[in-house]
C-alpha cells in the first residue's frame, strides 16, 4: 500500500496512520526518511525557509513517531529509525537550518529512546555519508556539489548506495540489534574516522 503525504502536515499524517492502523491492524517498523536542504550563507536565509527545513526534517519526524507512538505503545512492541546525517555532527559552512536540524533529529532519537525504553520500543538512528541518490545526483549535475572531491576524502574511495543506508536500517529494526537503542550509526564510509576531515572540508565557503 501506498499513500501520498507531506509528512510536515499533521492532518495528513493522521490521515496515513489511521489508514494504516485500518488496513493492517498494526505497525511494527517505522522509518523517517524524508529531508531536504537549501544551501545558502545565513544571513540570506528567510524565515519561511528555516520554517520549511526544519518542518520537513524535524517536525515531520515528531507528526509520525507520535502517530505511530499511539499503536506502538498498546503493543508494547516496535522500531523507530530516523536518517540523519554525518552533518549534523560535523561543521559545515552554508547549511545551518540542515545541520542543525539534523543535529536535532540525533537528540529526538536519545530522547525518544529513552521516553520508550520500558514500552518496548527501541529509537535509533542512521547518519549517512555521500550516498549516491537522486538528490545528490542532482547537485552534481547542478555542479553544487564535485563527486569527485567527496570520494577523495572518504576512506573507502566511494559514494555509498541506497542499498547501504538499507541495511543498516534493516539491521537496527532487526531483533539482531535487540539491545541497541537511542544510538546514531554512522554509515559513511569512514568519513569522520579520518582526523581533520569534518564535514566542512567538503563545502569550502
Ligand atoms: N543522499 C545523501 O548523500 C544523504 C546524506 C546524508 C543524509 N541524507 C538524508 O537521507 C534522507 C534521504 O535523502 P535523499 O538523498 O534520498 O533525498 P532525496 O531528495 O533524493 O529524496 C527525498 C524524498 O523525500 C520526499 N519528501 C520531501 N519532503 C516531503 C514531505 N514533506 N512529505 C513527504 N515526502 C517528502 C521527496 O519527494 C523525495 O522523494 C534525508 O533525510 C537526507 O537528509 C542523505
Request: hydrophobic share 40%.
Amino acid at each position: 500500500m501506498s499513500i501520498r503525504t507531506d509528512v510536515s502536515s499533521a492532518a495528513d499524517v493522521e490521515r496515513l496512520f489511521s489508514e494504516i492502523h485500518r488496513v493492517y491492524g498494526r505497525l511494527d517498523v517505522l522509518i523517517n526518511n524524508v529531508g531536504t536542504t537549501i544551501r545558502k550563507p545565513t544571513v540570506h536565509f528567510t524565515e519561511d525557509e528555516w520554517d520549511f527545513i526544519y518542518d520537513t526534517n524535524v517536525k515531520s519526524m515528531f507528526l509520525c513517531a507520535r502517530a505511530a507512538g499511539k499503536w506502538m505503545l498498546k503493543q508494547r512492541a516496535g522500531s523507530v529509525v530516523n536518517i540523519s546525517s554525518i552533518l549534523g555532527t560535523g561543521g559545515v559552512s552554508r547549511r545551518l537550518p540542515y545541520a542543525s536540524s539534523k543535529a536535532a533529529v540525533d537528540s529526538f532519537t536519545r530522547t525518544l529512546a529513552c521516553e520508550w525504553a520500558l514500552d518496548g520500543i527501541r529509537v535509533n538512528a542512521v547518519a549517512p555519508g555521500y550516498i549516491r541518490t537522486d538528490g545528490l545526483n542532482q547537485a552534481f549535475v547542478a555542479g553544487i556539489l564535485k563527486e569527485d572531491d567527496m570520494v577523495r576524502r572518504t576512506p573507502q574511495a566511494r559514494l555509498g548506495t541506497p542499498e547501504n543506508i538499507a541495511d543498516a536500517v534493516l539491521f537496527l529494526c532487526s531483533s539482531k540489534a535487540d539491545y541497541i537503542t537511542g544510538t546514531v550509526l554512522y554509515v559513511d564510509g569512514g568519513i569522520f574516522r579520518v582526523p581533520g576531515s569534518g564535514a566542512s572540508a567538503f563545502f569550502p565557503s
